[in-house]
């Protein structure tokens, strides 16, 4: 499976410090080994290294009744 445009996914990641981090995003675009998208916690734009991607899974939308 892989991650495709449009898609919310919840990733755990490595930042440039080394440190690991997790984060929900939506993807935007993927090229390069780059994969852009916005945090869903600060709204923010940001990029990632896919090799610096350690796991990810899609997140399931909520329904409201």
Do not use: H
């Not at 991650?3 to 990733?11: A, K, N």
């Not at 410090?17 to 995003?25: D, P, V």
């Amino acid at each position: 499976m892989q991650m495709s445009i449009g898609q919310t996914v919840e990733i755990v990641y490595q930042d440039k410090a080394g440190k690991i981090k997790q984060r929900k995003i939506e993807v935007k675009g993927i090229r390069d080994g780059r994969i852009r998208a916005t945090c869903l916690t600060t709204g923010a734009p940001r990029v990632f290294l896919a090799a610096n991607i350690l796991a990810w899974q899609p997140v399931q939308k909520q329904r409201y009744a």
